[in-house]
């Protein structure tokens, strides 16, 4: 191929994107994490937004719901690959984010959505904390028996006082005098 016909190639496709891109024809900014969108507890998560080199503002932006977006600036930069660090993520920082980048004064691109989600408050092991549980509940078992025991002790020794206390029929305590009735019938002594 000719070197001008090469140059006037190159010139075609140069100006053939840059009249593109003034006419509104951006590509779509790229989303993504550099590790994987189910962060741990307490971790932090680094996004990665990619937007066309003529792009000058980046921000990161987190949707609440499909009406509203939260108009807060997670942070821009003035680079074609910027990258956003969230630390700390909690439920509150979980959820979708994405990018939008600004091309001249009024024209914006927005990305796809990436969903952020939040990991190890259903995860967390309990298994010390029903450990101590089970053992408390153990031993409130345990003073309940102790109590119902002393409690029917208590109720057998007093039975046992009480029947002591009590004074015996006068004709148990009769001397038993062997003989012969009107019936002529030994008597019995008890």
């Known amino acids: ?86 630390d700390h993520m909690d439920a509150n920082k979980a959820g979708r984010y994405r990018c939008r980048y600004r091309i001249g004064l009024s024209r914006f691109r927005y990305s796809d959505t990436l969903e952020l989600v939040v990991t190890d408050s259903i995860n967390r092991d309990y298994t010390t904390q029903n450990l101590i549980r089970m053992a408390m509940a153990g031993l409130v078992l345990v003073a309940l028996l102790a109590i119902l025991v002393e409690n029917w002790h208590s109720h057998k020794a007093l039975n046992k006082e009480a029947s002591a206390d009590v004074a015996e029929p006068s004709w148990s305590h009769q001397m038993c005098q062997p003989g012969w009735t009107f019936a002529r019938t030994p008597s019995v002594c008890k």
Do not use: H
């Open 1 to 86: 191929m000719d070197p001008k016909e090469t140059t006037l190639l190159c010139l075609v496709l140069c100006l053939g994107q840059r009249i593109q891109a003034q006419e509104g024809n951006f590509s779509t900014p790229f989303i993504s994490t550099r590790s994987s969108p189910v962060v741990p507890w307490g971790g932090s998560v680094r996004i990665q937004c990619q937007a066309i080199p003529d792009a000058y503002l980046i921000w990161l932006i987190m949707l609440k719901n499909s009406t509203y977006e939260r108009d807060e600036k997670l942070g821009f930069w003035n680079d074609t690959t910027p990258e956003f660090v969230i």
